[in-house]
C-alpha cells in the first residue's frame, strides 16, 4: 500500500517564486526525507527531518513535518529553472528501519 | 569516491525476452536496495541485500524477476520474461548502514518493453 502521498501532482511557478510541496504518510516513522529526481538521472538526497524534529533548513529549503497529522512540507524559496524536477518524499517506518516508502511525487516546472 | 553505478542506463526489450540490469554500490557498502518506478507511480522497494544475502525480498512482484549479488559486490536484477507491466526506472542503492537513511542512489536503468 502505498504510504506517502504527494500534492500536488504538478506544480508550475515563474522563477523567483517560492515552491510548496506536501506530503502524508500512514504509519509511525522514525524519519522522513525529500529526494529530487532530474529527468532522466537518479534520487538525489536532499533533507531529512526526524520524528522529533518540527522544521529543518537546508539552504533554500524549508521541510516541515507534523507527525500529529503525518504530513510534511518542503519549501523551496526563490526558485530557480534547474530546481525543475520531481520532488518525492520517503519514510523509513518503525518496523523496517531500512526500506523507504515513497510517494508519488510532485512534478515541479520552474519557468524562466 | 564513485558514487553507485547502474548499467545500461536505458534498456528496449520486446515483451517475452531476458533483460539484466546491473548495479554496481559504493565500495564498501554492505547494503544493496533495489526499488522501481512503474508507469510514473511511486517508487516501490523490491529487495534489500546485506552483502550476499537476501534480507527481504518482499518487494519483489513475482517469480520473473531475480537478483542476485555475487560475493556481495555488484548485483544484478534479471527480468525473464520480460512482460509490458514491467517498463519503467530501476533504481538501485547502497548504503554503510542497514537504516532507512544515507542512501546514495544510482542513476537509475529506464527499462521499456515493448
Known amino acids: 500500500s502505498q504510504q506517502g502521498e504527494e500534492d500536488p501532482q504538478a506544480l508550475s511557478i515563474q522563477e523567483g517564486e517560492n515552491a510548496t510541496m506536501n506530503c502524508s504518510y500512514k504509519t509511525s516513522i522514525n524519519n522522513l526525507q525529500w529526494y529530487r529526481q532530474n529527468s532522466g538521472r537518479g534520487l538525489v538526497h536532499l533533507i531529512l527531518?526526524?520524528?522529533?524534529?518540527r522544521e529543518k533548513h537546508s539552504g533554500r529549503l524549508r521541510v516541515t513535518l507534523d507527525t500529529s497529522k503525518k504530513s510534511s512540507s518542503l519549501l523551496i524559496t526563490a526558485s530557480r529553472a534547474a530546481d525543475t524536477a520531481s520532488y518525492f518524499c520517503?519514510?523509513?517506518?518503525?518496523?523496517?528501519?531500512?526500506?523507504?516508502?515513497f510517494g508519488s511525487g510532485t512534478r515541479l516546472l520552474v519557468r524562466p | 569516491e564513485a558514487g553507485v553505478t547502474q548499467f545500461p542506463s536505458h534498456s528496449v526489450i520486446e515483451k517475452g525476452q531476458t533483460v539484466t540490469l546491473r548495479c554496481d554500490p559504493i565500495?564498501?557498502?554492505?547494503?544493496l536496495y533495489w526499488y522501481r518506478r512503474v508507469m510514473g507511480k511511486e517508487i516501490k522497494f523490491l529487495l534489500h541485500?546485506?552483502?550476499?544475502?537476501?534480507?527481504?525480498e518482499s518487494g519483489m512482484p513475482n517469480n520473473r524477476f531475480l537478483a542476485e549479488r555475487t560475493g556481495g559486490t555488484y548485483s544484478t536484477l534479471k527480468v525473464q520474461p520480460a512482460e509490458l507491466e514491467d517498463s519503467g526506472v530501476y533504481f538501485c542503492?547502497?548504503?554503510?548502514?542497514?537504516?532507512?537513511?544515507?542512501?546514495?542512489f544510482g542513476s537509475g536503468t529506464r527499462l521499456t518493453v515493448v
Open positions: 520517503a519514510t523509513d517506518s518503525m518496523d523496517s528501519s531500512y526500506k523507504l516508502i
Open positions: 541485500f546485506v552483502k550476499e544475502s537476501k534480507q527481504d
Open positions: 527531518i526526524r520524528s522529533n524534529e
Open positions: 542503492a547502497s548504503s554503510l548502514l542497514g537504516a532507512g537513511y544515507g542512501y546514495t
Open positions: 565500495s564498501g557498502h554492505d547494503n
